[in-house]
C-alpha cells in the first residue's frame, strides 16, 4: 500500500496514525491534509481533521562515472579494500547495536475492566464524542457507556462493528486512543476510557493466550526461540502474563514502537 487515509483530533495525530499503518518515517511520506480539524465546547461537537499520506517513491541517483585514466584506476584499486572494510565494520556495528536494543517489559499486571460490575449511563462525554464521529464516518452502530471509578467503558454493536473494529483491532484502538484524548484533555482526573466492539477485547486477550501458549510449547519441542508479530503494550503485557509462570520459558521484548515485539526462548 502506498498510501494511507487517516482520521485523528489534529493533523499532527491523523498523519502519525497513518505513519504507523505504512510503516514508514515522517521522512518518506507527502501529506495531504484533507479535512481541517475545528474545536468543539470540551472536544464535543469538535470535527476530526482528515489527512492522506503517500509515500514518497524514491528516485536512485546515479553515480558519475569517472573517466578511466591508468593512474585513477590504480588509485581506486588501492582503496577499494578499506571501503568494503568500512561497509563490513558499520554492519557489524549495527548488529551489536540491535542486540543491545533489547528491553524487559517494565509491568506484567493487565488492567481488566470487568463491565459487569459498572453502572449504565445514558449520557456521557465519550458517548456524545463517539457517537457524532461515528455518525459523520456514516456508520451504523448502537453504542452503549457504562461507568465506574474512574473508568468509562463503551461497548458498540451494529452492521458497522467490523468497520470500527479493523486488521488486529487497530481501527478500534485509535478510536479509543482518540476518544482518551478528548475526554483528559482538560480533565484534572484522568479517566481510563475503554472503547469495545462485539466483545471483541475479551475474544482477542483469549487469542492471545492461546498463541502464547502453543508457541511456548513450540520453543519447548524445537528448544527454538519465536519471535512474535509487533504488537501494540497491551498486546505484549498479555503475552508476558501469560508465559510468566512456565518454569521453562521466558519472554522479552526487543525493537522500538510501532514495531516492538515479544521474543519466547527457554529459560537458561
Given amino acids: 500500500m502506498d498510501y494511507s487515509e487517516k482520521w485523528g483530533v489534529d493533523v499532527e495525530e491523523a498523519v502519525k496514525l497513518a505513519l504507523i499503518d505504512l510503516k514508514v518515517s515522517r521522512e518518506e511520506v507527502e ?66 547495536t540491535d542486540k543491545k536494543e533489547v528491553h524487559k517489559e517494565s509491568s506484567l499486571n493487565i488492567e481488566v475492566v470487568n463491565k459487569d460490575e459498572l453502572k449504565e449511563i445514558e449520557e456521557h462525554a465519550a458517548l456524545d464524542f463517539l457517537k457524532d464521529m461515528t455518525g459523520k464516518m456514516g456508520l451504523s452502530l448502537n453504542l452503549k457507556a457504562k461507568v465506574g471509578e474512574d473508568v468509562v467503558y463503551i461497548e458498540m454493536d451494529g452492521k458497522d462493528s467490523g468497520t470500527v473494529i479493523g486488521k488486529r483491532g487497530q481501527t478500534l484502538d485509535a478510536i479509543q486512543y482518540l476518544t482518551s ?82 521474543i519466547i526462548e527457554l529459560k537458561k
Avoid: C, W
Fill in 31 to 96: 501529506v495531504t491534509v484533507l479535512e481541517e480539524p475545528s474545536k468543539g465546547f470540551f472536544g464535543i461537537g469538535s470535527k476530526l481533521a482528515k489527512v492522506r499520506v503517500e509515500k514518497i517513491k524514491k528516485v536512485e541517483e546515479e553515480k558519475p562515472q569517472l573517466d578511466a585514466q591508468p593512474e585513477k584506476k590504480e588509485h581506486k584499486e588501492t582503496k577499494a579494500p578499506k571501503k568494503n572494510k568500512a561497509k563490513k565494520e558499520h554492519k557489524e556495528a549495527e548488529k551489536k
Fill in 181 to 262: 484524548l478528548v475526554i483528559n484533555k482538560d480533565s484534572d482526573k484522568y479517566v481510563k476510557v475503554v472503547v469495545d466492539a462485539e466483545n471483541y477485547r475479551a475474544k482477542r486477550q483469549k487469542t492471545l493466550e492461546q498463541l502464547a501458549n502453543r508457541l511456548a510449547a513450540k520453543v519447548i519441542k524445537t528448544k527454538k526461540y519465536v519471535r512474535l508479530e509487533p504488537m501494540n503494550p497491551y498486546e505484549r503485557k498479555v503475552i508476558h502474563a501469560t508465559l510468566q509462570q512456565n518454569p521453562n520459558i521466558t519472554t522479552r521484548s526487543e525493537g522500538d514502537e510501532p514495531y516492538r515485539r515479544v
